[in-house]
């Protein structure tokens, strides 16, 4: 299995523009998790979907950010628009149904540069 | 929402020497406490993790304890080795899925 699967791994853009993150769920995952990461704030769970649905989208920290899953093999993040202080590493993180449900298998990342 | 507060944000210790890492929360309904290791630009991943239910759980040279009455749990590292060198991030969790982080801890062990 390839994993979590990101892209892009980095992005550099210029503030005002729109910013969309990708994310392919390990297959058979039903949860998948949206994170930030900062030196200031550390890793922060943004919002997390089970069987494509939302479920807590309380630590979306603006109406700039959206996220999205269409399907169980694919979710998006969306800024529009960026802001300089958006610059983080973004993790996309998901975990299986049943036993061992709790670990959360995390992607490489999307290091995120917001001019 | 949950409170994880982690001590030491930086942590030095002498290669075989042990290191612990500590941390408490804020919920008393959380009842999922992991931890994960982030070498250097790379992904966090889990290694080891406890239930409300358990008081301690070890996994070769690692282990985990927790006061729930204190709110209170930990990591051990014992025999610590130059792999071990990375950021460790404790959470917890009311409900397996919604982690609340630490603020994490850098180890270095020196050779």
């Known amino acids: 299995d390839a994993g979590v699967i990101q892209s892009p791994r980095h992005e550099v853009t210029e503030m005002g523009q729109e910013v969309t993150l990708r994310c392919k769920p390990i297959?058979?995952?039903?949860?998948l998790f949206w994170y930030r990461q900062t030196m200031m704030r550390g890793l922060e769970l943004l919002i997390y979907?089970?069987?494509?649905?939302?479920?807590?989208d309380s630590g979306m920290p603006e109406d700039r950010f959206s996220a999205k899953m269409p399907n169980a093999s694919f979710s998006t993040l969306k800024i529009q628009p960026s802001e300089p202080r958006d610059s983080a590493v973004y993790f996309c993180?998901?975990?299986?149904?049943?036993?061992?449900?709790?670990?959360?298998?995390f992607g490489p990342g999307t290091r995120l540069l917001v001019l | 929402g949950e409170n994880v507060e982690q001590h030491p944000s930086t942590l030095s210790v002498q290669e075989g020497d042990s290191a612990v890492i500590k941390c408490t929360y804020s919920?008393?309904?959380?009842?999922?406490f992991p931890w994960y290791k982030q070498e250097l630009g790379k992904r966090p991943q889990l290694i080891i993790d406890?239930?409300?239910?358990?008081g301690e759980k070890k996994d070769q040279r690692i282990a985990v304890t927790l006061n729930k009455t204190a709110k209170h749990f930990s990591l051990h590292i014992t025999e610590t080795q130059p792999e071990d060198s990375a950021v460790y991030f404790c959470?917890?969790?009311?409900?397996?899925?919604?982690?609340?982080f630490g603020a994490g801890t850098t180890v270095t062990v020196r050779a």
């Open positions: 993180a998901s975990s299986t149904p049943g036993r061992g449900r709790e670990t959360q298998y």
């Open positions: 297959s058979g995952h039903d949860y």
């Open positions: 979907f089970n069987n494509n649905v939302p479920i807590d």
């Open positions: 919920d008393s309904a959380s009842n999922y």
């Open positions: 406890i239930r409300s239910n358990v």
């Open positions: 959470a917890a969790s009311i409900n397996d899925y919604k982690l609340s």
